[in-house]
Every structure is written in C-alpha cells, then in structure tokens.
C-alpha cells in the first residue's frame, strides 16, 4: 500500500514537472478550456436568470372576470365552483365590489387624481373573479370556459388575461431557446478544438520525451505510471481553465453592476443574474473543476493510447 502511494505521488510529481516544462504549449489548449467553460457557466446563469423572470411574470398574470352588479350570490357560487373544477386552474379569487375597490386603490395609490375622481363617485367597479392558471399555455382553455353563452351573461365587460405580459413571456421564451441552441453548438465546437489542442499538445511531449519514455519501458515502468503524469498535466490544464473561467464571469458581473452601474440588459436581469452567480458560486465552481479535469483527462488518455500504442491489459 506505500508503495502504490509513492507511486502515486511520483506521478502526480512529473504531472507538475511536464506541465513546467510545456507551460507555452499549454497556453493553447487553455485558452479554449477557458472560453469553452465560460460559455457553459454563461449559458446556466442566462438559463437560470430567464426562467426567473419568466416566473416573476408568470405569477403576475390571471385571468379577470368582471361580473355585472345584477348577478347573484347563488350564481356567482354556481360560476366559482366550475371554474375551480377546470384542470388548469391553479386559484380562483372572488372580489365583491367593495373588494375591488380596495384593491384598486391600492394598485394606484399614487395616483391622487385618480384616486379622488373616484371617491367623488359611487363605486364604479364591478365584482371580479381572478383565476390564476397552471400552464400559460393553456389559458385559452380557461377563457373558452368563461367566455361560454351560460356565464357570459353575467359578465359586465370582456375577460381579461394580461396579453401584453403573455408577449413579454413568448419573447423571453424564444431568447432562452435561441442562447440554449447556440450555447449547445459553440460549447461543442470549442470542447473537440480542446481536445485536438490538447491531443497534439501531448503528441508534440511524447514526441520530446520519446527517448526518455522508451528508457522506462526498458526498465519495466508499468502502463499508467508512464501514462499518469500526462493525464494529470491535462488535469491541471482543467483545474486552472476551470478558475480562470469563473474569475472572467465574476469580473463580468462587477463591472456589468459596478463601472456600468446596469441592473439589466435588454430582457437580461444583471442583479438576478450576479444574486444567482454569488448564492451557487462553489457548486457552479465544483462543476466547472468536473468538466475541466474530464476535458483535459479524457483527451489525454487517448493521445497516450493512441501515440504510446499501450495495450490496456498490460500493469
């Protein structure tokens, strides 16, 4: 057992060494490493930011129902028990004319004029049912229900749903689709130029050490001890790329909210996304360290099986 871990140590040792030795080599492939790992880390918090607002506004929107001041208790009851068996509603709330007057005052509040035009009259607003439904899209299900002949005799005016926010949503929708898409295709072409870069990076060090190798062939050095400290070079190609692309980000953010003082940008929230970056920084830095060290380690094993021609059932 201490041997396998002087053994090990040994490696890990070289690893550092050849990583010294081909510093400017390496220069490269990190490069990549670090945009290609950037744009992963972006791609989340754009994800996670967009989902936000979509949420912040998804529990802003219902569906209004204005009942006519001649409607009865009985079938204002008879209406809200229907409404709530409709398999999309998530809440129903019923204001009586008094309610909504409240509600209303309160909502524009710092309006005065509009708020003394009015009190100088009687209650001008009409009890109102607001339903606040499940899937946005299937709200058209909730609106052929109300808007049918029986209830729609009841109604003082025509339903409302907020369709200036369901547009803001569709908008947004299609930004996250279109920064997935092309995260998914920019992510995948720069991850195969980091590992060709890193692939001949390592030929070019086995091609340097060819003589030095094949000493250790002759004396007995076993498949992996030859092997390792390729794999762990490439490993700390990872480990640095994958710290170097989350100080870009964390840069990104403080000048976006500091030199810039943005708190948005276009339908990008600046503030959710710095709040989402700070309160996930270690686990968004454990996967950056995962994907880096699987980048750098996985192209390394092949350029060693493929330019060293080990046989892996050889110890």
């Given amino acids: 057992m201490g041997r396998r871990i002087t053994t090990f140590g040994r490696i890990i040792h070289t690893g550092f060494i050849y990583f010294i030795r081909n510093a400017w080599l390496a220069i490269a492939a990190m490069a990549i ?14 994800n996670a930011t967009f989902s936000n607002t979509v949420a912040q506004i998804t529990s802003k929107i219902d ?25 999309n509603v998530q809440s129903v709330t019923y204001l009586n004319k008094a309610a909504a007057l409240q509600a209303f005052m309160q909502q524009n509040a710092g309006n005065a004029q509009l708020l003394q035009a009015v009190n100088e009259t009687d209650n001008p607003l009409p009890a109102t049912i607001k339903i606040k439904p499940i899937d946005l899209n299937k ?22 749903d907020n369709g200036e926010r369901r547009a803001t949503i569709d908008k947004i929708t299609h930004a996250t689709n279109i920064v997935r898409e092309a995260g998914i295709i920019a992510v995948a072409v720069l991850a195969l130029i980091s590992v060709l870069i890193i692939f001949n990076t390592i030929q070019m060090a086995i091609f340097n050490r060819r003589d030095e190798l094949q000493i250790m062939r002759l004396l007995g050095a076993t498949t ?12 700390i190609y990872g480990v640095l790329s994958a710290i170097i692309s989350i100080l870009l980000i964390n840069a990104l953010f403080i000048t976006a909210s500091g030199s810039l003082q943005a708190t948005s940008f276009g339908l990008l929230d600046i503030g959710y996304s710095q709040h989402y970056f700070q309160k996930y920084y270690w686990q968004l830095l454990s996967m950056q360290l995962v994907l880096g060290i699987l980048i750098g380690a996985v192209s390394s094993i092949i350029a060693t099986r493929r330019y060293l021609k080990f046989k892996t059932s050889k110890k």
């Fill in 33 to 46: 490493m670090v945009i290609t790992l950037s744009i992963i880390l972006f791609s989340i918090i754009v």
């Fill in 63 to 87: 569906i209004s129902v204005y009942l006519k001041d001649s409607t009865t208790q009985v079938q204002t009851n008879e209406f809200l028990a229907g409404i709530r068996k409709q398999p």
């Fill in 139 to 160: 709200i058209d299900d909730i609106r052929a229900y109300v808007t049918q002949t029986k209830w729609q005799a009841l109604q003082s005016d025509p339903v409302s």
């Fill in 224 to 235: 992996w001890y030859i092997r390792g400290p390729f794999v762990i070079e490439t490993i």
